[in-house]
């Protein structure tokens, strides 16, 4: 029993539980997908509950980290997809999935992620606010560009700031001013970890079908995933640790510049194109998942035996 007790409290086999029930009954997912929204804004007030309002003062101090967000976001990740989208991708539909993918900002996940990983949560905090803000520019800029119609509403983007980052960073400046972070500090990893749960089986349960009957479709799509994730997180650690940079920094940097908002890449492509337009940013949610495994069992300290 403590050894199932211990598991269920592990962040990885937590993830990989939402993956394998969202394979195996895909049902119950339209009923968790109004609940990943409220979700992720609870993981964000718990992630940014230790986070003090001195950390933006004074505010020279916010420009280099909002910088280095956007051009994470719209400089590395995007200037590595967009060609290999070009090299690889075939099919129109899923060419403009990737397009949306690297238009939007990264995902709200990069702080929480950052909090798992023992990266620079302020770091990836700020560098996050300035994609979304640079994105009100960007994200059109881009679509209008590469599919040639400018259809995103930047009214939209600021919604999504408010709602998934500014109001959770207030409520959680707020538990902490009422001491009620003390209370939920023993239970905070576990709130976490479970809300990823249901965002997990929730995605992989509303395209079951496609992974389980479709999967030739996938492998272009799974390639580049994969090569912006695992090789591209690679090359700025690599980077990063010839520049001398914290591994606290160098981690917020590798998140912001692999992970996207696939919510809302993924809702795009539904409402504006089609299904097949949303499956590379369904795909990426899923490898994401693997990745965020790779990045923390490479975070873990290797034991020693004795010989």
């Known amino acids: 029993m403590k050894l199932i007790a ?27 997908e109004p609940l990943t929204l409220p979700g992720l804004a609870v993981v964000m007030t718990l992630s940014t509950m230790g986070i003090s309002g001195s950390t933006f003062r004074p505010i020279s101090s916010v420009f280099s980290p909002a910088f280095a967000g956007i051009v994470m976001t719209y400089l590395v990740f995007a200037g590595t997809v967009l060609p290999l989208n070009l090299l690889f991708v075939k099919d129109p539909a899923l060419r403009t999935g990737f397009i949306l993918l690297a238009a939007v900002p990264p995902a709200i996940a990069v702080i929480p992620f950052t909090l798992f990983l023992k990266g620079n949560t302020v770091f990836s905090l700020i560098g996050t606010i300035g994609a979304y803000l640079g994105g009100l520019v960007l994200m059109p800029a881009i679509t209008l560009l590469f599919i040639g119609a400018d259809f995103l509403n930047p009214f939209k983007v600021v919604l999504i700031l408010v709602e998934l980052m500014v109001a959770p960073l207030i409520a959680g400046q707020i538990l902490t001013w009422a001491r009620l972070d003390r209370f939920l500090a023993p239970v905070k990893g576990t709130i976490i970890n479970w809300s990823f749960c249901v965002f997990t089986y929730t995605v992989v349960g509303l395209n079951r079908q496609i992974f389980l009957h479709n999967p030739a479709s996938l492998i272009s799509v799974a390639i580049i995933a994969t090569l912006s994730m695992f090789l591209l997180g690679w090359g700025i650690e690599r980077v990063a640790r010839f520049l001398k940079l914290s591994d606290e920094v160098t981690t917020s940097l590798v998140l912001l510049g692999t992970l996207k908002n696939y919510g809302i890449a993924g809702g795009i492509a539904l409402t504006l194109f089609s299904k097949e337009a949303a499956m590379p940013s369904t795909v990426s949610a899923v490898i994401m998942i693997l990745f965020i495994i790779w990045l923390e069992y490479r975070k873990r300290p290797k034991t020693v035996l004795a010989g």
């Not at 029930?21 to 997912?29: D, I, K, P, T």
């Open 6 to 32: 211990k598991l269920l409290r592990d962040r990885n086999v937590i993830m990989l539980i939402g993956i394998g029930v969202g394979l195996a009954w895909g049902g119950g997912a339209k009923w968790t």
